[in-house]
């Protein structure tokens, strides 16, 4: 029912958005650093650890611990600060950013349109492999912190650990509106209780502020060969999150996002990483698990609490992620349709799919019981994080290049070490693909064999439902001529291809042998950019004094509500009463062709994926006691 289109020109791209009025910043900015920073702000729970193990193999010599340490502070610098927060935060495509963002505007502006698709599919695909093993990790490794207390809860953190994420996404379809006000002032309280955590244990060896120097990171690197590559894929797990930076672009704005990282983030992480460094210098055998060992042990239990809090913030954060990705991915043609909630009556972007929910919900819990702790699953973590960020990198190159106008030159100085950097530490990570990195690489090459199925196999279908179908304006004119019988009222006829007669509209006319007084041919189009202007949404043209042409236009951030906006059409002269108007969808059915395009596992997989889409009355919210649905079988 939907086609994609081509959207503004890519110069309407180069002018940055920031939307929100002063009066609003600061409460964007702790609302980003509830839901931007809570996945890259749990990191310090086993980022160190985990590096420094790999590193010495259990054993911390302080070369280890400076390389490892100077490796991290320069990887937030490099790739949070400089990559994402000063650079990617202004490729925004009119206020909204995010992978699928990114290849809608470089897929614009681009004359290799199916290379951009390629990389937004990969990212898109990466993304979901992330945001499965998120939840997982973040949540584990904060009850992990019960063992600390004492050793008698070892046996109850995977019980724990599911209880919180069955309850976590339990509660996703009441919607997170109420809850998210919370983010902000309790991730507030856990950078401040990290920074204050990290600076009391500082003195345990102030040596430790030698690691500022990026000379300790390149001889480690340097030194220690194979185990400094290896240890890289683990000092990965430091910026993880970062990705979000630019997802949420259109929620918060850049300013509130920038501030809040500059300000708040970025000195509690590092003082907190300083922290850990310096206790494990000072008492090498607090490298079992650093992060908790810098609290005192009284405020040990408050501790693991408020760590269980930010780790449902940040696993929160990613399935929140998801959901959005997912409707971007429908409205893009990247997957079939699937039912969309909306649980907020005054934030749109307040969504949740119950299949999507469901989905992730086995997966995460899947991977709890198989790795049962976050050592385990750590190495499962990284690989999808750092296919999205040398995918990005590829396609903010072509942004910089061909929608910014800079020459290919300079946009290559700017990104190429970037991409290195990405890809040294996406190199780092499939050295754990053995041990655990395999599980998001299937997850994310399912999704992503799905995506391309879905785009393939609707563009063939069009392509060929497009030959089969009468043109329009002769069907109009013939039926001018010789009209059938009329019966009062308005038909609306929902078409992919409004040159052509739609499929509805013929079988109506064979089978029933009337015509409406007033005749609509509607198309739902989707722009390649985020929201559409009121102004803009509705095009009518007359095409008889019985047929008119609508089309109506969305962004791929928004949910289409055919009545809704044919309420727009009313101001254009069309008089649309919805209780006087009967909207005519044509059903089809798939079988695979003899002779098909695609290979027959693909048919297949194509057609079981239309059977499973989500109801077009549903989708596109039209009132079902006014749809008339008519079959027609099609081969593939």
Same mark, same amino acid.
């Given at each position: 029912m939907t086609e994609r289109a081509a959207g503004p020109g890519p110069s309407e791209a180069l002018v940055p958005v920031d939307c929100h009025p002063p009066s609003r910043f600061v409460p964007l900015m702790i609302g980003s650093i509830g839901v931007v920073y809570g996945d890259i702000g749990t990191s310090p729970l086993y980022a160190f650890r985990e590096a420094v193990m790999a590193a010495g193999g259990g054993a911390a010599d302080r070369a280890a611990v400076l390389g490892v340490l100077s490796l991290i502070l320069w990887a937030l610098v490099l790739v949070v600060t400089c990559k994402y927060v000063l650079i990617l935060l202004h490729a925004d495509n009119n206020g909204e950013g995010g992978t699928l963002t990114l290849m809608a505007l470089a897929k614009r502006a681009a004359g290799h349109g199916s290379v951009m698709l390629a990389f937004g599919i990969a990212g898109a695909a990466l993304f979901f492999g992330d945001a499965l093993i998120t939840p997982a990790i973040s949540v584990l490794s904060a009850v992990?912190? #019960?063992?600390? $207390?004492?050793?008698? *809860?070892?046996?109850?953190?995977? +019980?724990?650990?599911?209880?919180?994420?069955?309850? /976590?996404?339990?509660?996703?379809? %009441?919607? @997170?509106? &109420? $809850?998210?006000?919370l983010f902000g002032p309790i991730m507030i309280v856990w950078f401040v209780v990290i920074a204050a955590a990290g600076l009391a244990h500082v003195a345990d060896d102030p040596g430790?502020?030698?690691? /500022?120097? +990026? &000379?300790h990171a390149v001889m480690f690197l340097w030194g220690h060969g194979h185990i400094g590559f290896v240890t890289l894929g683990a000092v990965f797990l430091a910026v993880t999150g970062a990705e979000a930076l630019y997802a949420d672009l259109g929620h918060f704005g850049r300013r509130p996002i920038q501030v809040a990282w500059l300000a708040l983030v970025l000195p509690s992480l590092a003082l907190n990483y300083f922290g850990q460094?310096?206790?494990v210098l000072a008492h090498p055998e607090a490298i079992e698990n650093p992060f908790f060992l810098l609290v005192p042990e009284w405020a040990l239990i408050p501790m693991v609490a408020l760590a269980t809090v930010a780790t449902v913030i940040a696993s929160q954060a990613v399935i929140t992620g998801a959901y959005s990705l997912t409707r971007q991915a429908i409205q893009l043609g990247l997957l079939p349709r699937l039912e969309v909630r909306h649980t907020s009556e005054a934030q749109e972007g307040q969504i949740y799919l119950p299949r999507v929910n469901h989905a992730l919900l086995l997966g995460v819990l899947l991977l709890v019981a198989l790795f049962r702790s976050s050592s385990a699953l750590a190495a499962a973590y990284g690989i999808s994080v750092t296919g999205t960020m040398v995918v990005t990198a590829a396609m903010a190159f072509v942004v910089i290049w061909r929608v910014w106008g800079w020459s290919p030159l300079v946009a290559a100085a700017v990104m190429v070490? *970037?991409?290195?950097?990405? /890809?040294?530490?996406?190199?780092?990570?499939? #050295?754990?693909?053995?041990?655990?990195?395999w599980v998001p690489l299937v997850f994310a090459t399912g999704v992503g064999v799905l995506m391309a199925t879905w785009q393939r196999g609707t563009r063939l279908l069009f392509e060929k439902t497009r030959r089969l179908e009468t +043109?329009?304006?002769? /069907?109009?004119? !013939?039926l001018e001529r010789k009209p059938p019988q009329r019966v009062p009222g308005t038909a609306v006829f929902l078409t992919a291809d409004p040159n052509s007669a739609p499929t509805a #509209? !013929? %079988?109506?006319?064979?089978?029933?042998? $009337?015509? %409406?007084?007033?005749?609509?041919i509607l198309?739902?189009? @989707?722009? %390649? @950019? +985020?929201r559409v202007k009121p102004s803009d949404r509705v095009t009518i043209e007359k095409i008889s004094a019985s047929f008119s042409r609508v089309t109506l236009r969305f962004g791929y951030m928004e949910s289409p509500n055919v009545p809704r906006a044919l309420a727009v059409a009313r101001k254009l002269g069309w008089q649309f009463d919805i209780m006087s108007t009967s909207f005519f969808l044509s059903r089809r059915l798939l079988k695979p062709a003899a002779r098909s395009s695609m290979p027959h596992w693909q048919d297949r997989l194509f057609i079981t994926l239309a059977r499973t889409a989500n109801d077009a009355t549903e989708y596109f919210q039209i009132p079902t006691g006014r749809v008339v649905?008519?079959?027609?079988?099609? @081969?593939?």
């Open positions: 992990e912190g #019960l063992k600390i $207390v004492t050793p008698a *809860f070892d046996h109850a953190v995977v +019980p724990i650990t599911v209880v919180i994420l069955v309850g /976590l996404f339990a509660v996703q379809s %009441h919607g @997170t509106a &109420r $809850v998210a006000a430790v502020v030698a690691a /500022l120097d +990026p &000379r460094a310096a206790l070490p *970037f991409f290195v950097i990405d /890809l040294a530490f996406l190199a780092a990570n499939l #050295l754990k693909v053995v041990d655990g990195g +043109p329009l304006d002769g /069907l109009v004119a !013939m #509209l !013929m %079988h109506s006319l064979k089978h029933y042998k $009337v015509l %409406h007084e007033n005749n609509v198309n739902v189009v @989707t722009l %390649h @950019t +985020p649905e008519i079959g027609t079988q099609v @081969t593939i």
